[in-house]
């Protein structure tokens, strides 16, 4: 921290003590290279849930399947649609593209992959998302002793292996978002950027992550 106690290191970043609270001044840095960088991307190389009306806001969503708060985000989606904002998702496999150890395209990547790949993307990534939340929300009861989930996580479990035997190569741009996510400072997901190229880190509820955006 700086002797006026104005500013302080976190972390590897800068901080300003403002009178709201901490800024991320390193952060805040990156916002007209993320706003510049998103607007690059068209909307025809994302998955897109548009504004239900009048557009009022967009985000931008780095997303993984298997990631719980992404799906649990996925689920506040009707919501920031109705209340005017729209919804692009970029890829983020979390694992990463390749094992660095066998090579092999982790299943991180195969099944966003598996999304962007689908004539229908919007729908792909509901049912790929629900797919993994059942199946972790079914583990977890079963983890607890309840065994009678078993028939249910098996038919889960081969709904998203048949789902992965489909993940072939499209040329979809999974590797390149991921790379985009990691130089626009990207560390996990879901990772939200809105128009300004402001970064919010994590899961909010939709009318709270709604009034962030709209402000």
Not at 114 to 139: F, H, I, P, S
Request: with cysteine; hydrophobic share 35%; net charge negative.
């Amino acid at each position: 921290m700086t002797p006026d106690t104005g500013y302080f290191i976190y972390r590897d970043e800068l901080y300003q003590l403002a009178e709201t609270g901490p800024v991320n001044v390193t952060q805040s840095r990156l916002n007209p290279r993320r706003a510049e960088q998103l607007a690059k991307v068209a909307d025809a190389q994302t998955v897109l849930f548009p504004a239900e009306g009048e557009q009022k806001g967009l985000i931008n969503v780095f997303t993984d399947i298997d990631c719980g708060y992404c799906q649990k985000l996925h689920l506040e989606i009707p919501r920031l649609n109705e209340l005017g904002i729209s919804v692009r998702y970029l890829a983020y496999p979390r694992a990463g593209v390749k094992n660095p150890q066998t090579g092999m395209l982790t299943d991180s990547y195969r099944k966003i992959n598996y999304v962007w790949c689908q004539d229908d993307r919007e729908e792909a990534m509901t049912v790929m998302k629900n797919t993994q939340r059942e199946m972790g929300m079914l583990a977890q009861r079963m983890r607890g002793g309840d065994a009678k989930p078993q028939q249910q996580f098996d038919a889960a479990r081969e709904q998203m292996q048949t789902m992965l035997a489909a993940s072939a190569d499209c040329g979809a741009p999974v590797a390149s978002q991921y790379e985009l996510g990691q130089s626009l400072g990207v560390t996990g997901t879901p990772a939200i950027i809105v128009e300004d190229g402001r970064l919010f880190p994590g899961y909010m509820p939709a009318d709270e992550l709604a009034k962030r955006v709209l402000n």
